[in-house]
């Protein structure tokens, strides 16, 4: 079993729709969690970077994390074409490595 | 600002090649990551340095090597390169140990042939 696993997709949108993102994980060490989105031919780019379970806001974007679960969930609001990339959930523990999923390819069909 | 800055952006190097690779991190970052990613396996971790000295090491073989300069830049080398090796690596900055806030570069394109 992979320490973070994520559906890969490819996950299709019509614009406007309501997307949500998630990532399973199995070490109970993690308490950092981040979501990167990453376009074709760039790096990762951050986008949510949050401490243990609760929920974070960011404009259009919402992230999830129940440590109870192992689960964390990456809501985006109104989605628009742009917003089509893959997206990577990412993990650590305390001064540890972070870990990253797969990720999820999105595209928001205009 | 100046973000993450790899270079060479793309590389075509021959089986038993070695190769080095270079990320300037933005300024005022203290602590580098390097990562390997690849269309079957993801963003796999490699090394990360602050201060010059390696924090945390990926499980790669010994070929893998990295290094950190007293200006926070560094280097990954990559020795004896086999067919494998060819993958984008990402170089990520953070202000330090337990920034997990991280800012990537747009990645070096290495092709081994």
């Known amino acids: 079993q992979k320490e973070v696993e994520q559906d890969p997709g490819p996950l299709s949108v019509p614009e406007g729709a309501i997307v949500s993102l998630n990532c399973t994980y199995s070490n109970s060490a993690f308490q950092y969690f981040m979501w990167y989105r990453q376009y074709s031919r760039k790096g990762p780019e951050l986008l949510m970077y949050?401490?243990?379970?609760g929920n974070k806001e960011d404009g259009r974007f919402t992230a999830q994390v129940d440590k109870s679960s192992k689960y964390i969930s990456l809501f985006i609001r109104d989605s628009q074409p742009s917003d089509s990339a893959t997206y990577l959930c990412a993990m650590s523990g305390p001064y540890d490595k972070v870990i990253f999923g797969p990720g999820t390819s999105l595209s928001v069909i205009p | 600002k100046a973000g993450v800055t790899q270079t060479p952006r793309y590389l075509i190097k021959t089986r038993g090649q070695q190769v080095t690779l270079s990320c300037s991190p933005i300024s005022g970052h203290r602590s580098v990551s390097w990562y390997q990613q690849t269309p079957g396996q993801g963003l796999q971790f490699l090394f990360e340095?602050?201060?010059?000295?390696?924090?945390n090491k990926g499980n790669f073989p010994g070929r893998f090597s990295g290094r950190q300069f007293s200006n926070s830049r560094s280097e990954m080398n990559v020795s004896t390169l086999e067919l494998g090796d060819s993958a984008l690596y990402l170089c990520?900055?953070?202000?330090?140990?337990?920034?997990?806030?991280?800012?990537f570069g747009s990645g070096t394109r290495l092709t081994v042939v």
């Open positions: 340095y602050f201060s010059e000295t390696q924090r």
């Open positions: 949050t401490y243990s379970s």
């Open positions: 990520a900055s953070s202000l330090g140990v337990g920034d997990y806030g991280y800012t």
